[in-house]
């Protein structure tokens, strides 16, 4: 990434996905392959946390700096989660001169939400 370089979501993953509900309808098995990709990102303890720091953070977006100090893990620990979160398009990722600044990608987080969501009237 050079500096101030944004990667953001493609259009062809889970942000592609009908908005529906796994108790509306059936979902497609590219579908499943795509959320399946992004519910094992949120899986593990360290992505988890990561995930909740960010989006809890001073102005909803956090330094790798700040990330790594708050765990007993190593930097490269640290980054290799961080990659998953972004390969499972959880988090948007910015470079700022040396640092990498995290934020939330809400789409992708709303759309996890949605497909859970069991609608009044509609038996699980």
């Known amino acids: 990434m050079s500096n101030h370089e ?13 908005g529906s509900s796994l108790a509306r309808e059936p979902i497609s098995p590219q ?8 519910f094992k990102a949120l899986a ?13 953070h001073e102005g909803g977006e956090a330094c790798v ?7 007993d893990l190593s930097g490269p ?6 990659k998953i979160l972004r390969e499972a398009e959880l988090i948007i990722g910015e470079r700022r001169g ?13 759309r996890l939400s949605d497909v859970l969501a ?5 038996r699980p």
């Open 118 to 122: 069991i609608e009044p009237g509609v």
């Open 6 to 18: 944004r990667v953001e979501p493609t259009q062809q993953s889970i942000l592609a996905g009908c």
């Open 44 to 56: 593990d303890p360290v992505r988890l946390r990561l995930v909740s720091l960010i989006a809890s």
């Open 98 to 110: 040396t640092w990498v600044y995290y934020r939330i990608n809400p789409v992708a987080l709303a």
């Open 77 to 82: 620990t640290i980054s290799h989660h961080l």
């Open 31 to 38: 579908q499943a392959v795509e959320l399946a990709r992004a």
């Open 65 to 71: 700096c700040d990330l790594t100090a708050r765990f």
